[in-house]
T-cell receptor
């Protein structure tokens, strides 16, 4: 059973608008969440993370929101740029587990 | 600064052959891991290591062996390759586990089993 779900395989937005990528999880023990970005033929690169003690974390154009009661997190990119076009993976782990669980990814396309 | 280096980048094997995928990091990271990425499946953890001499199984360990004799290297061995092991393999490392810090990934090895 998938513990981390990204239900939208793809998302297309216009340059300058907001991109919102969603992620749901089923394991209530998860306490640390990360977003990775992946370009074709490259490895994933870390984008932003959030601990379960927070509900929001910002880094420049990227903001992650965590709703623990709904077991839902989202990544907001404002403003979106063509260079943001990539596959975005949501990942989660629980303290002491040493295992990271990934979602299937959402392919974001930002159109000029 | 090389980061995480994976070799080879591409490999084609025949069913039943064995092979070792190499992974090396130069950041003195204690934690290293191997993932496979299949179309539409995201990344799935194969094996991981929290330090030299210590390894453990991930989500999909069957058909793979690992060892960690040094901090820098974490090779992944396919004992008898099967078509189901056709995938892109990623190695990753972090200073100390995944609990509160991101991992650094290599660029992957694309493996095809015929």
């Amino acid at each position: 059973d998938q513990q981390v779900k990204q239900n939208s395989p793809s998302l297309s937005v216009q340059e300058g608008r907001i991109s919102i990528l969603n992620c749901d999880y089923t394991n209530s023990m998860f306490d640390y969440f990360l977003w990775y970005k992946k370009y074709p033929a490259e490895g994933p690169t870390f984008l932003i993370s959030i601990s379960s003690i927070k509900d929001k974390n910002e880094d420049g154009r990227f903001t992650v929101f965590l709703n623990k009661s709904a077991k839902h997190l989202s990544l907001h990119i404002v403003p979106s740029q063509p260079g943001d076009s990539a596959v975005y993976f949501c990942a989660a782990t629980q303290g002491g587990s040493e295992k990271l669980v990934f979602g299937k990814g959402t392919k974001l396309t930002v159109n000029p | 600064n090389a980061g995480v280096t994976q070799t080879p980048k591409f490999q084609v094997l025949k069913t039943g052959q064995s092979m070792t995928l190499q992974c090396a990091q130069d950041m003195n990271h204690e934690y290293m891991s191997w993932y496979r990425q299949d179309p539409g499946m995201g990344l799935r953890l194969i094996h991981y290591s929290v330090g030299a001499g210590i390894t453990d199984q991930g989500e999909v360990p069957n058909g793979y062996n690992v060892s960690r004799s040094t901090t820098e290297d974490f090779p992944l061995r396919l004992l008898s390759a099967a078509p189901s092991q056709t995938s892109v393999y990623f190695c990753a490392s972090s200073q100390s586990g995944v609990g509160n810090q991101p991992q650094h990934f290599g660029d992957g090895t694309r493996l095809s089993i015929l």
